[in-house]
């Protein structure tokens, strides 16, 4: 645990970081949120997960109570003060404090909270051997009628799908969607390889736009491999030659088994992840280049 969070505007100890319980976020899972990994001291593509976040707040009707770089000084001040250089952030904007009721206008200022922690890696014999998944029978929220590019607070469906893998002793579950297609993880976006081609659920099938989805897209395309984004059943990927999931935290995690089907971490998934750590490097000497512009 960090010792000290950013709480609406100021770094206070983490015991004093306290929520009220009329906070809409809490009573009703009414805000937004953004995880990201902190690599060397560098917020990595902060400016995509904060483009994210307005996006998020945007279609909620949220205003976030700062400004870009208010936010990017109050994480990095979150960052200092824990004397943190490879972490984890969590950004949550929740409506705020307000009486019982739906009503947004019912709450009049936003809670800001970072949460930042050291980054615990994942164990390495993951990445060697690769997680299990199962094809969870919750299905992804209808994106009709709760839109994935919210990256909001209700989390119930997802956690459902969780608890579906875990019992199971599954590392993730994978969501189909309403009509029976590969949506994505319950914290992640999904790959799989078949005839040499990378195959990923398109965002029609109602995911969200995994900010590491793009990044991997982008560097297959730049690497010439053959990308399809589509709608795809269960027997593509059980007939798959290789299978990951991305996300922030974990990057490219390669999987060993859907359900009964097993797989090895082939060369794609190896040859992406290499990229993108590459990418990370990049990233990370060029941000630290800019100095002090990284609090700007
Ligand atoms: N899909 C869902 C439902 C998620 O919650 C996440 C991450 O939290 C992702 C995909 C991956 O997103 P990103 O690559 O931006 O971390």
């Known amino acids: 645990m960090s010792h000290f969070v950013y709480m609406n505007d100021r770094v206070v100890p983490a015991a ?34 904060l483009q994210r976040l307005h996006r998020s707040a945007s279609l909620i009707g949220l205003d976030i109570p700062k400004d870009v770089p208010g936010i990017k000084r109050a994480l990095y001040d979150t960052l200092q003060a824990n004397a943190l250089r490879n972490a984890y952030v969590r950004l949550t904007v929740s409506r705020g404090y307000g009486q019982i009721g739906l009503d947004p206008d019912l709450c009049k200022e936003p809670t800001f909270i970072i949460i930042t922690n050291e980054f615990k890696p994942y164990p390495n ?27 909001s607070l209700n989390f119930l469906n997802n956690i459902l799908a969780k608890i579906e893998a875990k019992r199971a002793d599954a590392y993730e579950a994978v ?10 993880g319950t914290i992640s976006n999904l790959f799989f390889v078949k005839e040499g081609v990378l195959c990923t659920p398109s965002l029609e099938c109602g995911i969200l736009d995994g900010i590491t989805r793009s990044l991997i897209i982008d560097l297959a395309v730049r690497n010439s491999i053959g990308l399809r984004e589509g709608a795809f059943l269960p027997g593509d990927l059980y007939r798959a030659s290789e299978v990951f999931v991305t996300n922030s935290t974990m990057e490219v995690m390669p999987v060993s088994r859907v359900d009964s089907s097993r797989f090895t971490v082939g060369y794609v998934t190896r040859l992406l992840h290499t ?22």
């Not at 014999?125 to 990256?151: C, F, Q, V, W």
């Not at 990418?279 to 941000?287: H, R």
């Open 16 to 49: 004093e970081a306290k929520v009220s319980v009329f906070d809409h976020g809490f009573l009703y899972g009414d805000g937004i949120y953004e995880t990201m990994r902190v690599y060397d001291g560098v917020v990595f593509l902060l400016d995509e997960h």
């Open 125 to 151: 014999t993951l990445y060697e051997n690769g997680i299990s998944l199962l094809i969870a029978s919750t299905r992804r929220n209808l994106k009709e009628a709760l839109d994935p590019r919210i990256k």
């Open 175 to 184: 969501m189909l969607n309403d009509a029976g297609h590969l949506a994505e």
């Open 275 to 296: 990229h993108y750590k590459h990418e990370v490097n990049a990233y990370v000497s060029e941000k630290k280049g800019e100095g002090p512009s990284l609090w700007q």
